[in-house]
DNA sequence: CTTATGACTATGA
DNA sequence: TTCATAGCCATAA
């Protein structure tokens, strides 16, 4: 990057992926909140374009526990859709609502906790 | 400068 | 409840 020196963008991509990789099993955040980690809460977008960039669990970073403000999954773009992203969090031990979302109330995941 | 787009969020009908 | 719209900010054309 020496002569580059705009290496700061892969900072931002690094940055979600190694929050996204502390969130331990059973525990999900929300978009907007792992931006707010970052210092972008207005970023919410970013942080979904970054899992779209992600390697994913391949690249250690568990992008299906990143969840929509309301503990809804994103639809159509990760893993074969939000039943198989369900089911997979309800593997790891996530409660669910019966509206079929995530419980926020219980398996938030924050800093510090 | 204006538009368009985006794994978002909040609000209103 | 779901759907539509606006707001958000960065980037590109």
Redesign the pocket.
């Known amino acids: 990057m020496g002569a580059n020196g705009g290496c700061e963008?892969e900072g931002f991509f690094e940055s979600v992926y190694d929050v996204v990789r502390q969130v331990p099993r059973g525990r999900v955040v929300?978009?907007?909140?792992v931006?707010a980690l970052l210092g972008?809460p207005?970023?919410?977008?970013?942080?979904?374009?970054a899992?779209?960039a992600?390697p994913?669990m391949a690249g250690g970073v568990p992008?299906?526990r990143?969840?929509?403000?309301?503990g809804r999954?994103?639809a159509g773009?990760?893993?074969g859709g939000e039943d198989e992203?369900r089911r997979m969090l309800a593997e790891e031990g996530v409660a669910f609502l019966p509206?079929?979302?995530v419980d926020l109330a219980r398996c938030r995941w924050e800093v510090g906790a």
């Open positions: 963008g929300t978009y907007g909140q931006a972008m207005q970023r919410a977008r970013y942080v979904g374009f899992m779209h992600s994913g992008c299906h990143v969840v929509f403000a309301d999954l994103a773009f990760a893993f992203q509206s079929g979302k």
